[in-house]
């Protein structure tokens, strides 16, 4: 099979189609279902999803909880300083991070927080832009506390806030309802969970719905568009995910339903667990590694049945990702990936973050 072109999965998207904020209710987003078997789509409410699930069925979730992790400081010259927390070293209070302005900033340099909440300092640069960053607080606590009181949420680069936007509505709704707050391991939210209500939860708990739990630490390469002119040559970015005992056993027989996965998050986590696995692991054995699977047409799924997930950027491996959902084992589901996204640009849905929803049967 000859290369993909990269250029299949470009689109062109109206700018204000992006949303730049979430709908008033977080079930009353639209909701374009895909049936495969019948090759239709159909136009609905999230708040309808328990019209196309059964008893049974096991929706599998990230419970990743998003870190405030976007800082600002000034540098003692007074110029600003943006700096994103994006994971802990080995180091103590030393975490990676992406500052600005990075050409500024060398090794060495020195940033504090105007009212003395922190300071950090430049301790390495690394290859990728980004740098080691040993932060100091007054009493001692870690920069993830900080983060908590007065970071702002990391949005994506599409949404855009000025710099002294309220933190609040994001604070609350750039955040599933069922992310696990003692695990703020996301730099960007599992999107396809921010439809979910306790309230709708409640409703699919009763209707005999399962839930199982995964946390898969999103990374900033989720935003990295393909570059290459072909899909093949892109090199995929890499996550940590981490599969309880309970999910496990939820992938394989008897399965008492379909297997949803909720986000291309969840389906990055299972697929490549059952690439290394074909039994659940001993025990109550979490599984801990890094997803480095690049999911693109033609693919095979061995772990999901449907599909939740949100309207991806053009040229984005996420859209590759549904490409291949849409119709496993051959490229055929690029071109219908292509109507559907024409056909919801023309009943205007709202894209990718705070947009709206698909559910692929």
Same mark, same amino acid.
């Not at 389906?267 to 059952?274: A, D, K, N, Q, T």
């Given at each position: 099979?000859?290369?993909?072109?990269?250029?299949?999965?470009?689109?062109?998207?109206?700018?204000?189609? #992006?949303?730049?904020?979430?709908?008033?209710?977080?079930?009353?987003?639209?909701?374009?279902?895909?049936?495969?078997?019948?090759?239709?789509?159909? &136009?609905?409410? *999230?708040?309808?999803?328990?019209? *196309?699930?059964?008893?049974?069925?096991?929706?599998?979730?990230?419970?990743?909880?998003?870190?405030?992790?976007?800082?600002?400081?000034?540098?003692?010259?007074?110029?600003? @300083?943006?700096?994103?927390?994006?994971?802990?070293?080995?180091?103590?209070?030393?975490?990676?991070?992406?500052?600005?302005?990075?050409?500024?900033?060398?090794?060495?340099?020195?940033?504090?927080?105007?009212?003395? =909440?922190?300071?950090?300092?430049? @301790?390495?640069?690394?290859?990728?832009?980004?740098?080691?960053?040993? *932060?100091?607080?007054?009493?001692?606590?870690?920069?993830?506390?900080?983060?908590?009181?007065?970071?702002?949420?990391?949005?994506?680069? $599409? !949404?855009?806030?000025?710099?002294?936007?309220?933190?609040?509505?994001?604070?609350?709704?750039?955040?599933?309802?069922?992310?696990?707050?003692?695990?703020? @391991? =996301?730099?960007?939210?599992?999107?396809?969970?921010?439809?979910?209500?306790?309230?709708?939860?409640?409703?699919?708990?009763?209707?005999?719905?399962?839930?199982?739990?995964? %946390?898969?630490?999103?990374?900033?390469?989720?935003?990295?568009?393909?570059?290459?002119?072909?899909?093949?040559?892109?090199? !995929? &970015?890499?996550?940590?995910?981490?599969?309880?005992?309970?999910?496990?056993?939820?992938?394989?027989?008897?399965?008492?339903?379909?297997? #949803?996965?909720?986000?291309? %998050?969840?389906?990055?986590?299972?697929?490549?667990?059952?690439?290394? &696995?074909?039994?659940?692991?001993?025990?109550?054995?979490?599984?801990?590694?890094?997803?480095?699977?690049?999911? *693109?047409?033609?693919?095979?799924?061995?772990?999901?049945? =449907?599909?939740?997930?949100?309207?991806?950027?053009?040229?984005?491996?996420?859209?590759?990702?549904?490409?291949?959902?849409?119709?496993?084992?051959?490229?055929?589901?690029?071109?219908?990936?292509?109507?559907?996204? =024409?056909?919801?640009?023309?009943?205007?849905?709202?894209?990718?973050? $705070?947009?709206?929803?698909?559910?692929?049967?």
């Amino acid at each position: 099979m000859p290369p993909l072109a990269t250029d299949q999965f470009d689109y062109n998207l109206p700018p204000g189609l #992006i949303a730049q904020s979430p709908a008033a209710r977080r079930d009353q987003s639209r909701l374009l279902v895909v049936d495969r078997v019948s090759h239709t789509i159909s &136009h609905h409410t *999230f708040s309808d999803l328990p019209r *196309f699930l059964r008893p049974g069925d096991t929706l599998f979730r990230n419970n990743a909880a998003v870190l405030p992790a976007r800082l600002l400081a000034k540098r003692p010259t007074g110029g600003q @300083v943006e700096c994103f927390l994006l994971r802990p070293l080995v180091e103590e209070h030393t975490w990676r991070c992406l500052v600005r302005p990075g050409r500024k900033l060398p090794v060495n340099a020195t940033f504090t927080h105007p009212e003395n =909440a922190f300071s950090g300092k430049i @301790v390495d640069k690394f290859p990728d832009g980004s740098a080691a960053v040993l *932060f100091t607080t007054p009493t001692g606590e870690p920069i993830t506390a900080v983060a908590n009181r007065l970071g702002q949420i990391p949005l994506p680069p $599409y !949404i855009e806030r000025t710099s002294d936007a309220p933190r609040g509505e994001d604070l609350e709704r750039y955040q599933t309802v069922y992310a696990n707050r003692a695990r703020q @391991v =996301a730099v960007a939210a599992p999107t396809a969970g921010l439809h979910f209500t306790p309230e709708l939860l409640d409703v699919l708990n009763t209707q005999g719905i399962r839930t199982a739990e995964i %946390t898969l630490h999103v990374g900033l390469g989720t935003f990295k568009p393909i570059a290459t002119d072909t899909v093949e040559a892109h090199d !995929i &970015h890499r996550e940590l995910y981490e599969l309880p005992a309970a999910t496990q056993r939820a992938l394989f027989p008897p399965l008492p339903g379909r297997r #949803i996965a909720v986000g291309t %998050t969840s389906v990055r986590s299972i697929e490549h667990f059952l690439s290394l &696995h074909t039994l659940p692991l001993p025990d109550s054995t979490t599984h801990v590694a890094e997803a480095d699977t690049f999911i *693109f047409p033609p693919r095979p799924f061995r772990g999901v049945d =449907a599909l939740i997930t949100n309207f991806h950027q053009p040229r984005s491996t996420l859209l590759c990702l549904v490409a291949a959902f849409l119709a496993p084992n051959s490229t055929e589901g690029i071109a219908w990936l292509r109507e559907i996204y =024409a056909e919801a640009i023309a009943r205007e849905y709202r894209f990718f973050s $705070y947009g709206d929803a698909m559910l692929i049967l």
